[in-house]
């Protein structure tokens, strides 16, 4: 069992930053995967960032050159720094965990743990 506690979201304006964590509370292997998932109005869950414990990281492709995915192995922490945001962006963002994780994914179908989510409002 793993529980995920998301922090760090907030209001920006267009061209700003924040840097999103995630606390994994619980048991996380060097098996394990970790992403950033987020959920704007009226549109469905995406995959926005996606680590592998071992090191490995994927993007999505809005995302790519902005966004960037990494790990405290020490305290089991998740981050998500983005930079340059645009109101695009704007959504609630997840922490979602699996403990078996063959090929990196962004597919919110293989994931089995996730967080409440934090909110990220960018305005232009």
């Known amino acids: 069992q793993v529980r995920l506690v998301e922090s760090g979201g907030g209001s920006v304006q267009a061209g700003g930053s924040l840097r999103l964590s995630c606390a994994a509370i619980?048991?996380?292997?060097?098996?394990?995967?970790m992403a950033w998932f987020r959920q704007g109005a009226n549109k469905e869950r995406e995959g926005v960032a996606g680590?592998?414990?071992?090191?490995?990281?994927t993007y999505a492709d809005s995302v790519k050159g902005r966004f960037s995915i990494s790990k405290d192995t020490a305290s089991n922490t998740l981050y998500l720094q983005m930079n340059s945001l645009k109101p695009e962006d704007t959504g609630m963002y997840y922490c979602?965990?699996?403990?078996?994780?063959?090929?990196?994914?962004?597919?919110?179908?293989?994931?089995?743990?996730w967080g409440q989510g934090t909110q990220v409002t960018v305005s232009s």
């Open positions: 619980g048991y996380i292997s060097s098996a394990s995967c």
């Open positions: 979602a965990e699996t403990q078996s994780c063959g090929t990196l994914s962004l597919l919110s179908t293989s994931y089995n743990y």
């Open positions: 680590i592998k414990w071992i090191g490995s990281t």
